[in-house]
């Protein structure tokens, strides 16, 4: 057991470069696979949290633009949602990174007039800033179409009383169409945000490299399964640390539904029921 | 291909790109796509077949193959399909040759687990050494073909029971009035009357294996990734074709096959959904 505890401090952050360095080759035990895989866990909750958070006011913008009456807006927005909804992420990570590559590779300067910004755009071909836009891009086409088709959901009656009692312009939206907007999304949301967690495990097998071995969950999973030749082992070991993950997600989303749905009589609150049609991305 | 590209160090233009897009290797590339479509139009009934199998399992009155039923289609919604992808072939893989190797070789007594080696005599391995190249590549891509099935099986499922408990109650309840017995209900009532509420989420579906056919990357099959990546690599001067990075172009070729066939099963589909709802009782219907 205690060399249990010394194999958490040697590879427990061994995904972000902390402890030790090597991989352990032979003799795996089940407590490095489960410590090992579990450090990897760290990309992933890294990636899908900020995309999600990034992700959640860009989905907000793309929604309001595909539903403007203005083509100079809405045209650009239904071309952004096509794109991202409309090819496979495993692509996209792909052609993201080969252009990302293209780029100069020291960076550029940007004049802005009073102050002169490098661009670091070898960053771009690390997994942590490269893959994390493609992620955000992705997951704010997909929140877009599930806003915008709850923003089209929204009932005359709220916006007709709105204007009865003089709201306008921001004040409108901001307290009339927005929550209304998120209540009716959010189930859907919650779904998309499950499956933000389930798409980051792609991002170390397209043109990201690991730098270092340093890896995601998958990343590892795979790595022992090669290594031992035992795929019985590492993939569960994943798969229980997504299920976790999935109900902690289940958990913290089914909390907002409550608070936004908070002023509808009991009757007309919808619970977070994971209706089977919502189900797929 | 032609004539004219015996020699491609004099070739420029047109010409140059006439004899590139044609080299045997393009060709390899080009097959690939028909791989894809051929792996769409397999994936897509077995999927059917194991989501049908999974719902009726759920539904099922013995507990026991209700709640394998049940969990069957619970597990897509907790780990990420990749996992599978990675995982059911070796699984499969190792289970067939471990199954032939006590069929086949049952006197030898050694383990088959040694340390980090899996090991089976000579006879048991899937596909035989002495096997020729394709039947290897028609073994892995069955492996593939399985692992797809099996993913989509389970969320295939959950769209058909969903649809199957979106059925009316009273059309069952009306069913055993008239003294049907469960399996006719069954087949009588239940199934015809489920595809219209099924059909939203199987379009979903539908697009969703479209998106996921790249992951035969994964798997170790020589599909348009694996083209794309080989061809658009930098080719120094040792090449007959040299040319510097070029992977950017190939996958954004990638990118506009998979936005034109999304955009046109897109147009199909809403052709089809528009079909089905005439006359029906629902918003969509009594608008047309």
């Known amino acids: 057991m205690s060399s249990c505890f010394q194999t958490l401090s040697d590879y427990g952050l061994r995904s972000i470069g902390y402890g030790e360095r090597l991989l352990p080759k032979s003799d795996i035990t089940l407590c490095e696979q489960f410590v090992l895989i579990g450090s990897g866990m760290i990309w992933n909750i890294y990636f899908a949290v900020l995309a999600l958070l990034l992700g959640f006011f860009f989905a907000t913008v793309l929604a309001l633009g595909k539903n403007s009456n203005l083509s100079l807006f809405s045209a650009p927005c239904r071309l952004f949602i096509f794109i991202f909804r409309g090819s496979p992420l495993f692509i996209q990570f792909f052609f993201a990174y080969d252009l990302f590559v293209l780029l100069p590779r020291l960076g550029f300067d940007i004049d802005l007039g009073f102050l002169v910004v490098t661009v670091e755009t070898r960053w771009l071909t690390k997994a942590w800033l490269g893959a994390l836009i493609v992620l955000f891009f992705n997951t704010s086409a997909y929140a877009g179409e599930i806003f915008y088709g709850a923003l089209r959901a929204v009932p005359s009656q709220d916006l007709e009383s709105a204007d009865a009692f003089g709201f306008t312009g921001i004040k409108k939206f901001r307290r009339i169409i927005w929550p209304t907007m998120l209540r009716l999304a959010w189930p859907s949301y919650t779904n998309e945000a499950i499956f933000m967690f389930h798409a980051t495990t792609l991002v170390f097998f397209t043109g990201f490299p690991a730098w270092q071995q340093k890896g995601d969950a998958i990343y590892y999973a795979s790595y022992f399964a090669d290594k031992t030749f035992n795929p019985f082992v590492p993939y569960p070991i994943v798969g229980f640390y997504f299920v976790l993950l999935t109900l902690l997600i289940i ?3 089914g909390f907002i539904n409550r608070r936004l749905n908070k002023h509808l009589p009991t009757n007309e609150r919808k619970r977070l029921r994971f209706n089977k049609y919502n189900l797929i991305r | 291909m032609f004539s004219y590209c015996a020699d491609p160090k004099t070739l420029e233009g047109l010409m ?14 080009y097959f690939s796509f028909l791989v894809v479509m051929g792996l769409l139009s397999l994936a897509a009934p077995l999927a059917m077949a194991f989501g049908f199998a999974g719902a009726t399992a759920s539904r099922s009155t013995f507990r026991i193959i209700r709640s394998l039923g049940k969990g069957y289609l619970a597990m897509i919604r907790g780990i ?140 170790g099959i020589e599909d348009i990734v694996y083209w794309a990546k080989e061809l658009g690599g930098i080719k120094t001067g040792v090449y007959e074709y040299p040319h510097p990075d070029w992977r950017a172009w ?15 099963s897109q147009s199909v589909l809403d052709k089809i959904s528009a079909r089905l709802s005439q006359g029906q009782a629902t918003m969509a219907g009594k608008a047309g």
């Not at chain 2, 790109?17 to 060709?27: F, G």
């Not at chain 2, 090991?119 to 035989?128: D, E």
């Not at chain 2, 190939?250 to 046109?264: A, E, H, K, P, R």
């Open chain 2, 16 to 29: 140059w790109l006439s004899c590139y897009v044609t080299t045997a290797k393009h060709m390899s590339f």
């Open chain 2, 80 to 219: 990420p399909d990749i996992v599978f992808f990675l995982f059911i072939p070796i699984a499969l893989d190792q289970a067939f040759e471990y199954l032939r190797h006590k069929v086949l070789c049952s006197d030898v007594t050694e383990p088959i687990r040694q340390g980090n080696d899996f090991v089976v005599c000579t006879a048991a391995k899937l596909p035989l050494n002495t096997a020729s190249e394709w039947v290897h590549d028609i073994y892995g891509f069955s492996l593939a073909l399985l692992a797809f099935g099996f993913v989509f099986g389970a969320f295939a499922g959950n769209v058909l029971s969903g649809a199957m408990a979106a059925v009316p109650k009273s059309q069952i309840e009306t069913g055993e009035a008239y003294g049907f017995s469960q399996s006719q209900i069954f087949r009588r009532i239940l199934i015809p009357q489920m595809w219209i509420y099924a059909l939203p989420g199987l379009s979903n579906l539908w697009m969703i294996l479209i998106k996921a056919t790249p992951l035969l990357f994964l798997l």
């Open chain 1, 251 to 253: 958990g913290l989303f």
């Open chain 2, 250 to 264: 190939y996958f954004g070729v990638l990118m506009i096959f998979y936005l034109s066939l999304t955009y046109l």
